[in-house]
Nanobody, 127 residues
Framework: QVQLVESGGGLVQAGGSLRLSCAAS????????MAWFRQAPGKEREFVAT????????YYADSVKGRFAISTENAKKTTYLQMNSLKPEDTAVYYC????????????????????WGQGTQVTVSS
């Protein structure tokens, strides 16, 4: 069983930056895939970004490409989401998730692929 704990959320003005962290504990795997999803008020949860645990492969939603960067620090079992040029529409609860294997872009964006989830951290971007 893997436990995931997110941190780093908060209130920021449009154009600002935040870095989210996701600390994993328990049993993790070298082939694991880590991802960030988000859920805005009144909307369904949506995929944001994913990374293979080796740090080589990444994939982003079009809405965040070029502004967000996902990375991992294996020694600390921590995954990060650096968010730059934030917009009010980025306001959401951000969730960290762990999946089993890398796959097609469609596969990586599906919640069902991920078997462990954190509790979420709130990100609010003011205009």
């Amino acid at each position: 069983q893997v436990q995931l704990v997110e941190s780093g959320g908060g209130l920021v003005q449009a154009g600002g930056s935040l870095r989210l962290s996701c600390a994993a504990s328990g049993r993790t795997f070298s082939s694991a895939v880590m991802a960030w999803f988000r859920q805005a008020p009144g909307k369904e949860r949506e995929f944001v970004a994913t990374i293979h645990w080796n740090g080589v492969f990444t994939y982003y939603a079009d809405s965040v490409k070029g502004r967000f960067a996902i990375s991992t620090e294996n020694a600390k079992k921590t995954t990060y989401l650096q968010m730059n040029s934030l917009k009010p529409e980025d306001t959401a609860v951000y969730y960290c998730a762990k999946g089993g294997t890398w796959g097609t872009s469609w596969y990586l964006t599906q919640e069902a692929h991920y078997d462990s989830w954190g509790q979420g951290t709130q990100v609010t971007v003011s205009s």
